[in-house]
């Protein structure tokens, strides 16, 4: 008589998750490799990616890899978004990344898939309080000038953060102290005007990344000075560096040295709105829903045609970008079911058509962070690595 048959017990099958990150095989790979691999990846994976494991973390931040980066041409712009928190004495700094779809594959594996965006907060210590006003992106680098806007007291300090390692550093100071510094980029140059405790010789300074000096730029002559112990706006265009105080302005041309009054057809309208420069273009959202753009040689305002899809967004809380050559557009909106705020980004793709036409279409549209009701948007600006 055969033995009994045993019987067999059934297993339940489990889902495989494939190797943990630590033993996931491209981690034994050599760093010049991986480094390589690395270099091909879009920086919106980059904040997932650190994740993986210690020293993934290492080499997404090591200069070799931003080096492989630029020698094979895939530098990116990546947006930085600077958010106020009332219970933080200091800004907290986001990127903007894709977020990871955990999806199953055909072999009951995980796969990780790019689905939508989302803001990552930085992981680097916080840097000290700023004013939206001083915050300009050189390259891979954002400068966080001047003074806190809620102090009395000037400041000449200039802070880095380093958008490749997310690390800040101090950079060399301002030449005189300033009150709400008001920063723009003009061919590869930062030009800082702001009130400061002296004359109005100083109202202006220039830094050079090349020599890392500041220096003041002439002050303008007597017959068109005008008082700017406090300026409303500030743009680089077309060469020029222009200021705004109320609705009247001056503008520094960069290449002829010199200084001219800016007549009120460029300044009305806009100066405490959301604005931005993108490509050499000056563009502002209003009260009626729209973005305009500034036509230089026709000296008027026109509107940003072909936009479509955006919402109705409060101008007290929207914020402009130059995104790449490209605008995007940040907001928040309450959640009424929790008493918080989401906070929305949309990435606007722009064409020139003619000199008097640039059209704009919405490439998407989405929330990306949920904040609590107190949170402010301070800035949002883009850098390139």
């Given at each position: 008589m055969s033995p009994p048959e045993r019987k067999r017990k059934?297993?339940?099958?489990?889902?495989?998750?494939?190797?943990?990150?630590?033993?996931?095989?491209?981690?034994?790979?050599?760093?010049?490799?991986?480094?390589?691999?690395?270099?091909?990846?879009?920086?919106?994976?980059?904040?997932?990616?650190?994740?993986?494991?210690?020293?993934?973390?290492?080499?997404?931040?090591?200069?070799?890899?931003?080096?492989?980066?630029?020698?094979?041409?895939?530098?990116?712009?990546?947006?930085?978004?600077?958010l106020s928190f009332p219970t933080y004495p200091i800004p907290r700094w986001f990127t903007l990344c894709q977020k990871p779809d955990r999806t199953l594959?055909?072999?009951?594996?995980?796969?990780?898939?790019?689905?939508?965006?989302?803001?990552?907060?930085?992981?680097?210590?916080?840097?000290?309080?700023?004013?939206?006003?001083?915050?300009?992106?050189?390259?891979?680098?954002?400068?966080?000038?001047?003074?806190?806007?809620?102090?009395e007291e000037p400041s000449s300090s200039v802070s880095i953060l380093d958008c490749r390692s997310h690390t800040w550093r101090q950079g060399p100071s301002l030449l005189v102290k300033r009150k709400h510094p008001f920063a723009s980029v003009l061919d590869g140059k930062i030009y800082v005007a702001g009130h400061s405790n002296s004359s109005f010789s100083d109202l202006m300074e220039v830094f050079d990344p090349k020599t890392?000096?500041?220096?003041?730029?002439?002050?303008?002559p007597a017959e068109i000075r005008l008082q700017y112990d406090h300026i409303s706006a500030s743009a680089g265009i077309d060469g020029k560096v222009h200021i705004f105080r109320s609705c009247k302005g001056l503008a520094y041309d960069t290449r002829e040295g010199r200084w001219e009054s800016v007549g009120?057809?460029?300044?009305?309208?806009?100066?405490?709105?959301?604005?931005?420069?993108?490509?050499?273009?000056?563009?502002?959202?209003?009260?009626?829903?729209?973005?305009?753009?500034?036509?230089?040689?026709?000296?008027?305002?026109?509107?940003?045609k072909g936009v479509k899809g955006l919402p109705k967004i409060s101008l007290y809380t929207a914020t402009?970008?130059?995104?790449?050559?490209?605008?995007?557009?940040?907001?928040?909106?309450?959640?009424?079911?929790?008493?918080?705020?989401m906070i929305w980004c949309t990435v606007i793709a722009l064409e020139r058509r003619n000199d008097e036409e640039i059209w704009g279409k919405v490439e998407w549209k989405e929330a990306v962070l949920k904040v609590p009701f107190s949170c402010t948007i301070k800035h949002a600006l883009a850098a390139t690595v």
């Open positions: 059934k297993t339940k099958q489990s889902l495989v998750l494939g190797p943990t990150p630590e033993s996931t095989p491209i981690t034994s790979l050599p760093d010049d490799l991986v480094v390589s691999c690395l270099a091909r990846v879009t920086r919106l994976q980059y904040p997932t990616l650190s994740l993986v494991s210690k020293s993934f973390r290492s080499l997404l931040a090591s200069p070799e890899l931003y080096k492989t980066r630029s020698s094979l041409g895939h530098t990116e712009s990546c947006l930085y978004v600077c594959t055909t072999n009951d594996t995980m796969k990780l898939k790019p689905s939508g965006y989302v803001l990552a907060k930085l992981s680097s210590p916080q840097s000290r309080s700023a004013h939206c006003s001083g915050l300009v992106t050189l390259g891979s680098d954002i400068y966080n000038i001047g003074g806190p806007v809620d102090e890392q000096t500041w220096e003041l730029v002439s002050s303008p009120t057809e460029m300044s009305s309208g806009w100066l405490w709105l959301p604005y931005c420069v993108v490509e050499n273009v000056l563009y502002y959202y209003n009260e009626r829903e729209e973005i305009k753009w500034y036509d230089t040689k026709g000296r008027r305002w026109r509107v940003l402009l970008a130059d995104y790449g050559r490209k605008m995007a557009v940040l907001w928040d909106m309450d959640v009424a079911s929790t008493g918080d705020k």
